[in-house]
């Protein structure tokens, strides 16, 4: 019996009733999942390339032959083997066959044990090949591990899996944290542009007045500065795929200007005479409802359909606790140095019970905190960082009304007012930017402006 056998699901195509049912036994038999068709618009309509292993067709069938059969698999599924059963005597047609990529051919009537080993030889194949494509993937450094036990991550890389071998732009969702990159370079390095280059811009980390530039590129002496031509993330990513993180972000001019990137697969260069051809596949990402930045006028509608083909949410840690202890694992022993530290089960209850708004991002930090502190061989409790006040509007122990304080008749200074607050989360986030940007629900650059604006410093 082949090692492969359990699990496996073979799509047979054969018009022949005994010889279909015939194959359909003898697979069955050797442990394979069995799909099988009587005919080529069948095989093709029942085709998918995440469920079948191995196509076996016959090449002489009304309709659609064996050959088209086998040129379809291929042009959607390049990696799925296919066997081709032709009757002896043909074989010009099963070399013909083999040159357009057929794995082998199988005589007809075939022999049980030839059927079966060479099912079991083209399965291994494919399965070397993938684990090949894998060590690739790890090597080029693009793809990283997403750790997950629940049902919920599991259905996200089901689909992003799916997605990947298509050209169709993507929109990844969900709150900071939830791995949104991750899931992104996991898209690519799965894809047929996983050869190319994969480049990942923040929209929301560089200023609007930089971005057109720093997407689309420059020709020198565009604008005061510009001693050098600059090709833009659009051309670097050429035959790849370009990440766009926090695009709601983008300023109204410049999302029309990616509408046409979109649309037409050209950019215009800064300063450039003509515009010039790219290809790359986009995807994108943001943290915030787009539907209602759509709707109140801050994202373009038209935009945003050409962005979301395919809408792929992550959800929260917050709704997939069941992550958390592997999670956990993960990063204990990543961080650990050597050392073999045990995660007792007071601590996992413990990091359990939090909600966790910054998520993964916000656990990989509690885990890391706690192994600087562990001075034995077993985390504790206290080695995590203090658990956040509870109840809405907690904010490092101040709900909204403590921090406004009763509101004065004579009125008040909305500069100071925004000074104060921006200055208590700062203080509260131990000087990081990016962190009291994310607590605010702005975008990094803009909590940037507004520090400079009214001269506040980190603490």
Known sequence: MPTNGPGETILLIEDDDSGRELGRFNLRKAGYVVDDVADGEAGLARFAPERHALVITDLQMPGIGGMEVLRRVKERSPETPVLV???????????????????????????????????????????????????????????????????????????????ALSAAPVLITGESGTGKELVAR??????????????????????????????????????????????????QASGGTLF?????????????????????????????????????????????????????????????????????????????????????????????DGRDIEVPAAVLDE????????????????????????????????DLPPAPASGPGAAGGSSLADLLGALPEEGLSLVDLETRVIERVLQMKRGNVSQAAAYLRIPRHVLAYRMEKHGIRRP
Not at 90 to 105: H, L, N
Not at 107 to 128: C, S, Y
Not at 364 to 376: D, K, P, S
Request: with cysteine; hydrophobic share 45%.
């Open 351 to 382: 990091l359990a019970r939090r909600s966790w708004p910054g998520n993964v991002r916000e656990l990989a930090n509690a885990c890391e905190r706690a192994v600087i502190l562990c001075r034995g061989d077993a985390l504790r409790v206290e």
């Open 186 to 235: 996991r898209i690519h390095a799965r894809s047929r542009r996983s050869s190319g280059p994969f480049v990942a811009v923040n929209c929301a980390a560089i200023p609007g007045e930089l971005l057109e530039s720093e997407l689309f590129g420059h020709v020198r002496g565009a604008f005061t500065g510009a001693v050098r031509d600059r090709p833009g993330r659009f051309r």
């Open 244 to 336: 766009l993180d926090e695009v709601a972000e983008l300023p109204l001019p410049l999302q029309a200007k990616l509408l046409r990137v979109l649309q037409e697969h050209l950019v215009d260069v800064v300063g450039g005479d003509s515009p010039v051809a790219v290809d790359v596949r986009v995807l994108a990402a943001t943290n915030q409802d787009i539907h209602a930045r759509a709707a109140a006028g801050a994202l373009r509608k038209d935009l945003l359909y050409r962005l979301n083909v395919v809408e792929l949410p992550l959800p929260p840690l917050r709704e997939r606790r069941e992550d958390i202890p592997a999670l956990v694992a993960h990063f204990v022993a990543g961080l650990s």
């Open 85 to 163: 059963i032709t009757a002896y005597g043909d074989i010009e047609v099963a070399v013909a066959a083999m040159k357009a990529g057929a794995f082998d051919f199988l005589g007809k009537p075939f022999h049980r044990d030839h059927l079966v080993l060479t099912v079991q030889k083209a399965i291994e194949r494919r399965n070397m090949a993938r684990e090949l494509e894998r060590l690739r993937r790890q090597a080029a450094g693009v793809e990283r591990p997403i750790v997950h036990a629940s049902a919920a991550m599991a259905r996200v890389l089901e689909i992003a899996e799916r997605v």
